[in-house]
């Protein structure tokens, strides 16, 4: 018979690890009980330095995009959870196998007390970080708690039997044999334990995702589609006389299709019925307003276009929809601030802050507290029930999911640019191409065929003034401009292009509303946001 190695331990161990994920996965889909994946991962972000996250979003952005997996946003996220997973996977691997050395090295027997050990090591600390905070949890922090180490602890003793089992089998009991008594041999052992495993693990994910989706579809109907402003109105430009090129991105984005950044690998669990905004700092008397508190004010509604401050040059972390919340100029004078008081600090139920000053609010009635988009309340992944608005900067500095809002006497650097980005934030003007239409061709008044070519330029509040076209290096050509959603969003430009068969180079750039070039030396997008022209190659 084969000596059991630290393959066999290393497969016992990856089997049980797997499971224990697939069970908290399956309790906190059905139960609501902590997902200690994601909050262990979560925590740990929260920990790193500001320039190792940096680079690691940077790295993940380039990634996506050279290969071509999908929509940044999206992909990220799904990235940042296969990573979350990881982190706990890796780290009961490696403390089964070091297990799994102590047991074979003493052979005392003692299977259960040592895995009930490792239990303990593993489940405390990640307890610990659930009582600090479970952003998966929708039950109380004690019952989560137990559930978290009483999982460790029932893993660590099944995993401590299971290694203890497998070392049994490095010898061979010859009195036994002789007395008929059959021993399980090392592959039928492994065989069973790894397919009770899988079977646990698969059927626990499985049966967590179908309540998961049952779910999502609940949330969809209560905030159907017909619902949405955009079912019922026109957009304010639909009778502008520049078309769209075919192929240029939707002017208005879906919400299903708008980005989503934040710093969380899933999303806060907030429950309108308790949820409030607490007023307080240097007020006059502290206060908590609901959301139909809010919602008395006289509403707000903005087209806005809303950029990430990772989004690459072309990149798809923007996009624009129809906001709907109370000017935070209008809210002031309810707050009652006291005489010494410059700033609003505004956290997020994730932890996330930012710093706003009133100078800034007491001059713009733009910046907004939102709780609607496209007519429809914020989408929990958007920042329901409360996030908000502030023109011409990036979302890094625009809390979602708020929760309270501090008056203070002087400025503090936001959560982001504690770890080392821009202070102000503000969107580079910047213009994208989003389609060549070769196979689109129309046939101008001098009966030259024409290949229009589309896109977007965006310069925050600032406007766009003009477009132009590049062509292998050559002259600079005006682009058509489509009267935009408002100051506040992109503008859709189209350029005819006689046609010309070959290998073709494509380059846009756009002006500022005053007549500012955007920036054309590139820049990658930490700390300040990326710049530089976007190209397209191709041979027609």
Known sequence: MRRPGISDALFVTAMLTATLIGVFFFAWRVAGLPFVVFDTFDWLTRLLPGRLIAFGIATMVTVIRLLNLGPISSTAKMAEQAMAIAVLFISGVVGGLVLFLILRAFRKGHGVIAGLALGVVLGIPTMLIGLHGSGTASVGRAAGAIWVLGAFLVWGVVLGRAQQRLISLEKTDDAAADLGVKRIDRRRFLVQFGGATAVITVAGAVVGELAEARRREAVMMAGGEAMRWSATHPLPNANAAVQPAPGTRLEFTPLE??????????????????????????????????????????????????????????????????????????????????????????????????????????????????????????????????????????????????????????????????????????????????TVGVDMTIIGADRRKLVPIGGIAHAGARGISKVEVQVDGGPWQQAELRTPLSQLTWVIWKYDWPFQSGKHTFTVRCYEGNGASQIAKPSPAAPNGATGLNSRSMTL
């Open 257 to 434: 299709r708008h980005y989503r950044i934040d710093i969380n690998t899933t999303l806060p669990n907030i429950d309108e019925r308790q949820w409030r905004l607490r007023i307080a700092g240097l007020v006059e008397t502290p206060l908590t307003l609901t959301l139909q508190d809010l919602q008395l004010y006289e509403p707000m509604h903005q087209f806005v276009t809303l950029s990430c401050i990772s989004n690459p040059v072309g990149g798809d972390l923007i996009g624009t929809t129809r906001w709907t919340g109370v000017s935070l100029q209008r809210l002031l004078p309810d707050l009652r601030l006291k005489t010494g008081a410059t700033h609003l600090k505004i956290r997020s139920a994730d932890q996330f802050f930012e710093v706003v000053s009133l100078d800034a609010i007491q001059a713009d009635p733009r910046i907004m507290l939102t709780y609607s988009w496209d007519g429809v309340p914020l989408k929990q992944e958007h920042g329901y029930p409360l996030r908000i608005y502030i023109p011409d900067i990036h979302g890094m500095k625009q809390p979602k999911w708020i929760e309270s809002i501090e008056a203070i006497d002087r400025w503090e650097p936001g959560y982001w640019v504690q770890r080392g980005w821009n202070e102000v934030a503000q969107m580079h003007a910047t213009s994208v191409i989003d």
